[in-house]
């Protein structure tokens, strides 16, 4: 890999070759970091510019990407998810421009799929057979689903309380599914021993550094769709802190290859009911506590996030500012989200705009900024959420009278 120059502790700083299974420090047990050539990306951005490209998926930006190649296996078609210009949502935000980035339409329905697809890749290159991960939900069932794809088993840990849309997902993709009786930290502690008893490749995207490289093209593709030009702020929904962390890196990478004039400032969203990662961003200090998982988010109920260095270090890198919000103030913004735009977001996948919503009326941020928010993830992932924010259909006879009566 001619464009990756090798792989950096967060925490100790120490250089390591970049290879398929190296997934924390040798020396200090640190999250990597990868790291690129530049000038090498920008050589050959200049040769092949993005925009001769025929390639519509998250691999159209390979220079950016930490792999040898994709394969020859049936791929889904992961990333160039589309980008709304939501007008009417802007001006009931009081935003002057507020675009929809919306994650849930790639092939299981979350941004998910941009890590596991790399994670499928890199297995491949270790020369394994069987992928594994815990997960919330999404992580787990785009696993189950790219590893279908390419012909490979996925060994799925996910908490007992996991939304039955995404557990059916798992089961329909022909994974290898364990309900845990317990927190996301359980889950994830029973996940790891077990990768290390049986050697499977390792999917946790807070332990392995390339799965944030894929989780990171969702930035290129809206640095792409906006012809290069950044908005002020970019809102995401934090969990483990993978997802801000790569959100962050893709701007980085954009910025230091000379294709952007600026990173966006990052507005990490938190559920109030389980928020470690900013609560320690607003102390400015790098010590998180654990906290309880209190939300129906379930796909960023984490408290003990695996990847907070990074996800700290995005938020104060980018100058950004952390917004923590109410369950009722997700199902608001899932409401809102659906009746103003078209865009079906679940739980996790609203907080983001619930959290712009919020800063604007707490004057976190200018009315006339311009902002991306991110949906991570499609509504019908946990359809007893969406009813319980949209409420029940009117029931009717079928009667013209009834319907008068109603109308």
């Known amino acids: 890999m001619k464009n990756v120059t090798g792989a950096r502790c967060t925490l100790c700083g120490k ?5 398929p299974e190296t997934t924390v420090c040798p020396e200090c047990g640190g999250i990597l970091d990868i790291e690129y050539d530049y ?12 925009a001769s ?4 998926t998250m691999w159209r930006y390979m220079e950016f990407l930490p792999v040898i190649g994709i394969g020859k296996r049936p791929r889904l078609r992961v990333g160039c998810s589309p980008l709304y210009k939501a007008e ?8 002057r421009d507020l675009w929809i980035k919306d994650d849930g339409q790639n092939p299981t329905a979350s941004l998910k799929d941009r890590a596991s697809a790399m994670a499928v890749v890199k297995a491949e290159e270790a020369g394994k057979d069987t992928i594994a991960c815990s997960s919330t939900g999404n992580a787990a069932s785009s696993l189950a689903g790219n590893a279908a794809a390419a012909g490979l088993h996925a060994c799925i840990f996910v908490p007992a309380r996991a939304p039955k849309g995404k557990v059916a997902q798992l089961m329909m ?47 290129l593709e809206i640095a792409e769709q906006l012809g290069f030009q950044m908005p002020d702020y ?4 934090v969990g483990d802190g993978c997802t801000i962390g790569g959100v962050y890196k893709g701007f980085k990478d954009l910025f230091c290859a000379g294709l952007i004039p600026k990173i966006p400032r990052i507005i990490s969203v938190q559920a109030s009911g389980c928020c470690p990662i900013n ?5 400015g200090t790098m010590d998180w506590v654990p906290q309880e998982e209190n939300t129906l988010a379930d796909s960023i109920a984490v408290g003990v996030p695996r990847n907070p260095v990074k996800a700290l270090r995005a938020i104060h890198d980018s100058h950004g500012i952390t917004v923590n919000v109410s369950d009722d103030e997700i199902l608001a913004a899932m409401r809102l989200l659906g009746a103003s735009s078209g865009v079906f977001a679940e739980p996790a996948g609203a907080a983001a705009t619930a959290g712009v919503k919020k800063a604007v009326e707490t004057g976190l941020i200018e009315k006339n ?5 991110i949906v991570t993830g499609n509504g019908l992932k946990d359809t007893a959420n969406a009813i319980r924010s949209a409420g029940e259909p009117v029931h009717i006879r079928p009667e013209m009278d009834d319907l008068e009566k109603y109308l």
């Open 234 to 237: 970019v809102a995401v929904s």
């Open 369 to 373: 900024s311009s902002v991306v928010t």
């Open 53 to 56: 490209r025929e390639e519509r």
């Open 88 to 95: 009417a949502l802007g001006k009931i935000l009081g935003i």
């Open 173 to 219: 993709f022909g994974a290898k599914v364990f309900l845990v009786d317990g927190s996301y930290e359980d889950t994830f502690r029973i996940s790891a021993e077990a990768i290390d008893r049986w050697g499977w490749y390792n999917r946790n995207a807070a332990i392995n550094p390339y799965l944030m490289e894929g989780k990171k093209t969702v930035s």
């Open 15 to 19: 250089n390591f070759p970049a290879e």
């Open 279 to 283: 609560t320690a961003a607003a102390a």
């Open 39 to 50: 000038d090498y990306i920008k050589k050959q951005l200049a040769e092949k510019p993005l």
